[in-house]
């Protein structure tokens, strides 16, 4: 079975500090790809990210960046200095290249405080 | 271009009633979705379509239907409402239905069944 999981329910952080939200997965299959969407307030859903289960290599995008460890099936995502737009509920998503169902955690809530 | 647009933005719909949600996608995909998301437990997928003129079933498909007439349309019907289909609703459409496809959100429907 297939499965995501995000721990941490809500983090509260102060302006300016780094934040990391984990992500767990489970799959059997050998190809896969995983995602990390923001929901802000507004509640429309943002595409952050995707990685190929076959590419570790970690990403960076201005403040934010993406460690992928297939050794404990973690995508974990790192938001450096963060700011009070980045307050959002983050969920990171699964999906196989067997069946092409996208699979997601139940999200994690960012709060960032001026 | 607005990529994916939902309609109605929200409703109020008596327990019994009949209701379609609408989803429009100006991308050309093939892929599209319907999911719904309820608080703690992450976005659910309820029905997809790989291809205009298929469709198949998500992982909560009970007491919703959909069509595929075309590729750009991807209705949603409840075909008699109930107070736990009380959600919001999200519409996603992807290049193609492959693994390393990309599914982008439209903006919701948040819908209430009293």
């Known amino acids: 079975a297939q499965k995501v999981t995000q721990a941490q329910t809500e983090i509260s952080v102060v302006e300016k500090e780094d934040v990391t939200l984990d992500c767990v997965y489970e799959?059997?299959?050998?190809?896969?790809?995983l995602f990390w969407y923001k929901q802000p307030p507004s509640g429309e859903l943002v595409f952050l990210i995707r990685?190929?289960?076959?590419?570790?290599q970690n990403e960076i995008s201005g403040r934010y960046s993406w460690n992928f460890q297939k050794s404990t099936s973690s995508f974990n995502f790192t938001i450096t200095a963060s700011q009070v737009v980045d307050s959002a509920v983050y969920f990171c998503?699964?999906?196989?290249?067997?069946?092409?169902?996208?699979?997601f955690g139940q999200g994690t809530t960012l709060q960032v405080k001026p | 271009i607005a990529g994916i647009t939902q309609a109605p933005t929200s409703q109020i719909l008596a327990a019994g009633r009949r209701m379609t949600l609408r989803c429009t996608q100006d991308?050309?995909?093939?892929?599209m979705y319907w999911y719904r998301q309820d608080l703690g437990l992450g976005l659910r997928l309820i029905h997809y379509?790989?291809?205009?003129?298929?469709?198949g079933k998500g992982e909560v498909p009970d007491g919703y239907s959909v069509s595929r007439a075309n590729t750009d349309d991807f209705p949603l019907t409840l075909a008699s409402a109930v107070p736990s289909q009380t959600s919001v609703y999200f519409c996603?459409?992807?290049?193609?239905?492959?693994?390393?496809?990309?599914?982008?959100f439209g903006p919701g429907t948040r819908l209430t069944v009293l």
């Open positions: 996603a459409s992807s290049p193609g239905a492959r693994g390393g496809d990309t599914q982008y």
């Open positions: 799959t059997r299959d050998t190809t896969y790809y």
């Open positions: 990685r190929n289960s076959f590419d570790e």
């Open positions: 998503a699964l999906k196989s290249s067997n069946t092409g169902k996208l699979i």
């Open positions: 991308m050309r995909h093939n892929a």
């Open positions: 379509s790989n291809t205009a003129g298929t469709t």
